[in-house]
Every structure is written in structure tokens, then in C-alpha cells.
């Protein structure tokens, strides 16, 4: 896993001359003059570069401290140089001390929040393949859309695809985060702050980052077809949202295939360059939010199944792209984080082509749960006096409904959104992410779904009850017991 640096050389650049600037007064005479001018010099011509190359919100406030205490620096100076006085007057230490302390907490403030909300650096999948990505939209003509009012609308999913490429494959642009352009990363962005209640700005690091992913690079070489993987994000969240999995599970030769559910996740930017925003609310009444859940789920469900069905078109060439050809579409995983995973159960128990299930610490809304035939992988958030009472039980019960054994792994240090990407650019709260740090959550996600899907997929493999064992606490729901 790849180590964050919050700030750029320019960034840097930009605190070092500030807190210098600040300081300097502070120095004895011979050195003032050249560590003033010199850090003076420093923060203009950063901050100007970083005017160009796009400055951060971080970086403002280093501004502020810088700009409040760069007259009263270089000033007397200029003053000293138009008289040739050996002596300045200048404010005394008493009145000087406290302008200096806000404006080093001022620049503080920079570093500070460029740690807490930073822009998202993936770490280097471990795999022997590259990593290319592709976006597609899917619409299923039998299918009305239930969210709108038009009896002509069709139901449409916007699928983003990581697969194995050629490994440093020239040619390819790198991938921006939650969306094809960093426009559309922008408009994703603000979705995702407003959907949270946060200010926008918050979150404008995410379209800046650049993932591990090419795009219009060729599919790994050789004849070897390829198992495929679909996921379902929490409600309100985006394809991307677990960008970090899909990239380590496509280095290790299985293609993923995140989905957008129009007028459930948070932005969902079409082909035709509509945006369509999220509907899905709570009442606070739990019965209605729990009726609500579960039409969701179902709607969830169904686009799960589309896109498994289409999958044979990808394969065969009838939708263009990379993957004609290298689809293995007999071994197809449902997929899902939160209410995801939910819809990840459902859709197994209504459509016996899925091959398996991997549920990350996703609550089953099925209101009537039935036998199934598919293994299943749930990893949960460590549980805790604060987590819904009736997860486990639920949870448990619809893991025994199973006629394949099933694999429940608690992690310890866990929150619920440790099993996204989160971490990598949210607060390192335990409260929020959990206290597994920047990378070891996605790092753990990744390795146990791993470890799931080469044991249930891949002939030879054996049981992954030891190597899951490694990240938590492993419950084995074996058929019968």
C-alpha cells in the first residue's frame, strides 16, 4: 500500500515560505532581512503557481496567514531601505506575539486539513496483471422505470468495468476518480457532499485524484476468460466507491463491474450528459424507511441480474468493447457494500446463474428470504453496543438459508465504511472509518474477498477458512448446521 502525502512540492513551498515569513520577525537583525525577503519571494511565487495549477481549499487559509503577515514582515524593511536607518521601530514583542500566533495557526490549518480530508492516493494493486476500466450504459426494454412518471422510460444502469490489461500497456490516459472526465468527477463529488450534508468543498480532492486504472488499454494477452464480479454500492453511493477492490481483484484476473442506480445513487451522469440525482430518503418512521429499504433492494436486485444477462452480449461482441471474448459468464459473483450487499443476497436467491455472493456488512431487506444455492462471503463491522440489534440475526438467518457453505468474517477495527474507499480520503475517525488506518481496511476487503472467490471459483483452491481466519473473527455457516 502506497503512503499519502498530503501536500505537493508547491504546497509545501507555499507552508514552509508562510511559516517562515511569520517567524522571521523573530530573528536576530542580521538574518531577518534575508529569511523575510527570501520567504517572502517563496510564498508569492508558490502561491501564484498554485493559483495556476489549481489551488486547494486546504491552501487558503495558508494564504490568509501568509497575507496578514507580509506587510507587517517585509515593511519595515522597505522603510530601513528608503531611509538607510540601522534601526526600525517595529510593534513590540507584546502586540507582535499574539498576530503571530493566529497567523501560524492560520498556516497550521493547511497541513492539518490536507492530512484529515486529503486527496486519494490508491494503493499499487498486487496482482500480475494491469488494470483497465471502460463505462457503459445498459437498459433493459423490459423493464419500466418505476422512479418516473413517463410509461416510455426504461430502466438504464451505468456500468463502469476494471478488468486485466497488458501490464504497462502504453497508450492508455489514467483513470480520474468517480467519473470518465474530472467534470464528471466534480458533479459526482458535490452529490456525494450534499447527499452526506456537507459543503461541497469538502470533498473537492476526490475528481483530482488519479487511480491505478487506464483506460483504452488492450485486455490482459492469452485465451484465459475471465471470471466476473458485480457490485452495488451502499445507498446513495456511486460505482466508484470502492475503486481500490475492484483495481486489486482485477490485477488477480477477475473483472468487476461497479453499477450506478439512477435516482438511488447519489449522481448518476448519463451519455447523453443528463445528470440524474438521488430520490431515496428516510421518514424517520422505521416501518416506512424499512418498506422503503426493501423496494430499493428489489429495484437493486433486478439491475444486478440485467447486467449479469447482458453479460453474454459484452462477451460475444454484440456491445462493443475490450472483453469480447474473455468473459467466463458461468462464473458470475454478486456483489454489494451496505444495502449493496443486501441487494447482492437478493438477487442470488432470485437468480440461481450467480455463482456466489459477496455481502460487505450489508443488512438483508428481502422481506421474505428463501433457499438458495450460492456460497456467500459477508464481512462485518466489528459489532458493537451502538450497531443495529437485528443485523446479526438477520443476517445469520438468511446465511443458513444457503445450501453451500458460507463464510460470515468479522473485522476487528472495522466501520461500516472500512469496506469502501472512505478511508483513503474521510477523517482517520474510528467513528467514521474505523481504526484500521488510511489502507488497511480496503487492504483486508480486498485480501478476503480474494481468498473467497478463488476457493469458490477456481478449481483446486480449497477451503478459505484459514486464510480468512487471518482478518478476523470467522463464523462457517456450514448446510445443516
Known sequence: MNAHVPLSLWEVLLVSGAVALVLARWLP????????????????????????????????PVLAGAALALPFAVSPLLRRGA????????????????????????????????????????????????????????????????ATAAPEDRRTVVVQLWYPARKGAAGGRSAPYLGRTEHEGHVVAD????????????????????????????????????????FSPGLGGVRAQNTAWAEELASHGYVVAGLDHPYDSAAVVLADGRTVRTEVSATGDDAEDERRAARWTAVRAADLSLVRAQLGRIHSGAI???????????????????????????????????????????????????????????LTQA?????????????????????ATSYRLTVPGAGHLTFTDAPLYLPPLPSLVGSLGRTEGPRVTAAASLAFLDAVLRPGAGDPAAALSAYGTLAVHRPGS
Open 320 to 378: 462493443a468493447g475490450p472483453l469480447s471474448g474473455r468473459l467466463d459468464t458461468a462464473r458470475v459473483v454478486a456483489a454489494g457494500h451496505s444495502i449493496g450487499g443486501g441487494a447482492a443476497l437478493q438477487a442470488a436467491r432470485q437468480d440461481p446463474e450467480f455463482a456466489a455472493v459477496i455481502d460487505l456488512d450489508g443488512y438483508p431487506h428481502d422481506p421474505a428470504p428463501q433457499p438458495y444455492r450460492q456460497p456467500v462471503l459477508a
Open 83 to 146: 531611509s538607510g536607518a540601522a534601526g526600525v521601530r517595529r510593534a513590540p514583542w507584546w502586540l507582535a506575539l499574539p498576530g503571530a500566533v493566529v497567523c501560524l495557526a492560520l498556516v497550521a490549518g493547511g497541513p492539518v486539513t490536507a492530512w484529515a480530508l486529503p486527496t486519494p492516493v490508491f494503493p499499487e494493486p498486487s496482482g500480475r496483471f494491469g488494470v483497465g476500466t471502460g463505462v457503459l450504459e445498459l437498459t433493459d426494454q423490459e423493464r419500466p422505470e418505476t
Open 191 to 230: 452529490a456525494l457532499a450534499d447527499y452526506s450534508g456537507l459543503p461541497g468543498f469538502l470533498l473537492d480532492g476526490l475528481p483530482r485524484a488519479r487511480t491505478r486504472a487506464s483506460y483504452e488499454v488492450p485486455v490482459a494477452e492469452g485465451a484465459d476468460r475471465f471470471p466476473v464480479v458485480l
Open 29 to 60: 537583525p542580521r538574518p531577518r532581512r534575508p529569511v523575510t525577503l527570501t520567504a517572502a519571494a517563496v510564498t508569492v511565487a508558490s502561491g501564484a503557481v498554485l493559483g495556476v495549477l489549481g489551488l486547494r481549499w486546504q491552501m487558503v
Open 383 to 403: 459489532i458493537g453496543p451502538d450497531t443495529d440489534p437485528d443485523y446479526l440475526p438477520q443476517l445469520t438467518r438468511v446465511l443458513a438459508l444457503s445450501s
